[in-house]
Every structure is written in structure tokens, then in C-alpha cells.
């Protein structure tokens, strides 16, 4: 089964914290993406990576970056944390060519005090 | 990418047939589209993908008409386990590339 395994399930950070968030997937996939989910927003589109050090923006990049050195690892880097980014994060990764699902982490609860 | 419409939310009772209808007015010829399943708390997962006609699956079918300006979701006989939110995505998904999310619709199916 193809794994996508985001390093944590529950964070709590402070306000103004640099924040890390991994992800790993074990299919050598070659696409992988991070979103944010808030109620009533659905999910969101932060980054996209098509392949190691290539991104792409997503709708809402703003006070995020991401890292991707290998393949199977997607970090998504909150530089300065805030209030407004206490969300669910969700990764996906899936394959590039004949692309037909993606397959996403549990999740992480990000909560920013 | 083309973007769609769903209706928020629909409510059904145990053992009804369900009908999802996603509107996709701007489908390009070579896009795809895509059904993903959300239940509280986890990631969404992949229910099924057409491109024209009707497409069946173990979980549910999925019906384009000619135009492919629609998609309609069916569920047979819907449990409690079926409530969810339900995803309708349109793209050139085979050939990689971002992946969009709407806001989809969240199914309460009752006893």
C-alpha cells in the first residue's frame, strides 16, 4: 500500500515560531502537495512539487515555503507563525505521468497561540 | 483548470440511492474528472475518475453526458459509513500537475 506519512499528528506552536512540517511518501512518486484545510473553505492548495527542488505556488502561498531536497520528502516551512495558520494540513503525493489519484497523510493539527 | 460547482450539502436516509451533480462549464477536451471522498478527521481518498460515458466501481459509478459540461456521483444504497464530504475535481490529472480542490459536498446520510 502506498504510505504518505506526515511527521506529526498534533503541533502547538507559538506565535511567531519558525514551523516545520514533513511529509514522506514511499511510492517514488513524483508529485507531492500540501494543503490547508479550514471549515467551510474545503481544501486548499498551499505548494505543489513536480519534482525535487521544483514547486509551484498554489492559491494561497502566502507565509509559506516548502523544501524539497529529495524525492520522497516535502517539508512545508512556516517562517513566522500566526494566529490565522491554525489549520489541517494535509500532503499528497502522486505520480507524475498517467497521473489518476493521490494519496494523502492523516494529517496535522497545527494550532498557533 | 476548469472550475466546478457542487451543491454544500445534501442529506439522504440509510439504503437510498445518491446523486451527486458537479458542474464543469469549462472542461478543456483533455481533462479528466475526479471523485475523492473526505470523512472527518482523515485525508481525502480517491473514489473514482471518468472521462466520458459511465464508469463503475465497487464504490460507486460515475455518469458524463456527451457534453461533459456535468458529472453526476451515484452511490447505491447509502449506509451511515457513506457520510462524508465528496469532491468533485476536473484537470489534466494523467499528465501531473496541481491538483484543486473545491469546496465540495458534505453527505449526512441518516438512519
Known amino acids: 500500500d502506498v504510505k504518505v506519512t506526515q511527521s506529526s499528528r498534533y503541533l502547538v506552536k507559538r506565535t511567531g515560531e519558525k514551523v516545520f512540517l514533513e511529509c514522506v511518501q514511499d511510492m517514488d512518486h513524483e508529485n507531492m502537495f500540501w494543503y490547508r484545510q479550514d471549515p467551510g473553505l474545503g481544501l486548499r492548495l498551499i505548494y505543489f512539487?513536480?519534482?525535487?527542488?521544483?514547486?509551484e505556488k498554489g492559491d494561497i502561498p502566502e507565509g509559506y515555503s516548502v523544501s524539497r531536497e529529495k524525492k520522497e520528502r516535502f517539508s512545508l516551512i512556516l517562517e513566522s507563525a500566526s494566529t490565522n495558520q491554525t489549520s489541517m494540513y494535509l500532503c499528497a503525493s502522486g505520480l507524475r505521468e498517467g497521473f489518476t489519484e493521490a494519496f494523502f497523510g492523516q494529517g496535522t493539527r497545527l494550532t498557533v497561540v | 483548470l476548469a472550475k466546478t460547482t457542487q451543491p454544500i450539502s445534501m442529506d439522504s436516509y440509510e439504503g437510498q440511492e445518491v446523486n451527486i451533480t458537479c458542474s464543469h462549464n469549462n472542461i478543456a477536451t483533455n481533462d479528466y474528472i475526479t471523485w475523492y471522498q473526505q470523512f472527518p478527521s482523515q485525508g481525502p481518498r480517491f473514489i473514482i475518475q471518468g472521462y466520458k460515458t459511465k464508469v463503475t466501481n465497487e464504490v460507486a459509478s460515475l455518469f458524463i453526458p456527451a457534453d461533459r459540461k456535468s458529472s453526476t456521483l451515484s452511490l447505491p444504497r447509502v449506509s451511515l459509513s457513506d457520510t462524508a464530504v465528496y469532491y468533485c475535481?476536473?484537470?489534466?490529472?494523467?499528465?501531473?500537475?496541481?491538483?484543486?480542490f473545491g469546496q465540495g459536498t458534505e453527505l449526512s446520510v441518516k438512519p
Open positions: 512539487s513536480y519534482d525535487v527542488k521544483m514547486k
Open positions: 475535481l476536473v484537470g489534466l490529472y494523467n499528465q501531473g500537475g496541481k491538483l484543486i
